[in-house]
């Protein structure tokens, strides 16, 4: 439940916003994360820590050039 929560999250953001904004996205997933999983299971979520975006090779590679 938490995984499908988090990638459809993580879906509402543009790559570029993962390295200017990675902590707000990281509270945001957080609040949805944990509000989710009060509702369907029940849970209370105390923390949650973004540490590894995967992107596609080629937009890495653009990033790193950069």
Same mark, same amino acid.
């Given at each position: @439940? /938490?995984?499908?929560?988090?990638?459809? #999250? /993580?879906?509402? =953001? #543009? /790559?570029?916003? =993962?390295?200017?904004?990675?902590?707000?996205?990281?509270? #945001? @997933?957080?609040?949805?994360?944990?509000?989710? @999983?009060?509702? *369907?299971? =029940? /849970?209370?979520?105390? *923390?949650?820590?973004?540490?590894?975006?995967?992107?596609?090779?080629? =937009?890495?590679?653009?990033?790193?050039?950069?």
């Amino acid at each position: @439940m /938490a995984r499908d929560i988090i990638l459809q #999250e /993580a879906g509402n =953001y #543009e /790559a570029p916003m =993962y390295w200017k904004n990675r902590t707000k996205i990281g509270n #945001e @997933m957080l609040a949805t994360l944990n509000s989710h @999983m009060q509702k *369907g299971g =029940y /849970a209370n979520v105390t *923390g949650f820590m973004l540490l590894k975006i995967s992107m596609p090779n080629s =937009y890495e590679q653009a990033i790193v050039d950069t």
